[in-house]
Nanobody
Framework: QVQLVESGGGLVQPGGSLRLSCVASGFTLAYYAIGWFRQAPGKEREGVSCINRSGDSIYYADSVAGRFAISRDNANNTAYLQMNSLKVGDPAVYYC?????????????????WGQGTQVTVSS
């Protein structure tokens, strides 16, 4: 059974950090590009970051560049999103997703597998 499970979300103060994890099961993550997306209430799901299959091409949305870092650990079938300097504009449900391709795409439609999401809340 193909499955992605995110974890690591929670409540953090502005300026704080969280590390999200995305564990894949039922397939080999190394064959996939991995994207992180987020969706805030009343807004469309938006791309946050993506890492290509080989790990040598990474994309960040302008809103998170310099604060977030995506990585992958193929040996453990896991991807990560390190989020630093969290702001009031960052709260959302964060999702990881995969596409069986060497490259990233910004559209949600390009990703076939999705996790259930993990909630990130930023509040003082």
């Amino acid at each position: 059974q193909v499955q992605l499970v995110e974890s690591g979300g929670g409540l953090v103060q502005p300026g704080g950090s969280l590390r999200l994890s995305c564990v894949a099961s039922g397939f080999t993550l190394a064959y996939y590009a991995i994207g992180w997306f987020r969706q805030a209430p009343g807004k469309e799901r938006e791309g946050v970051s993506c890492i290509n299959r080989s790990g040598d091409s990474i994309y960040y949305a302008d809103s998170v560049a310099g604060r977030f870092a995506i990585s992958r650990d193929n040996a453990n079938n896991t991807a990560y999103l390190q989020m630093n300097s969290l702001k009031v504009g960052d709260p959302a449900v964060y999702y990881c997703a995969t596409r069986r391709s060497r490259s990233c795409r910004s559209s949600t439609q390009a990703y076939a597998n999705w996790g259930q999401g993990t909630q990130v809340t930023v509040s003082s």
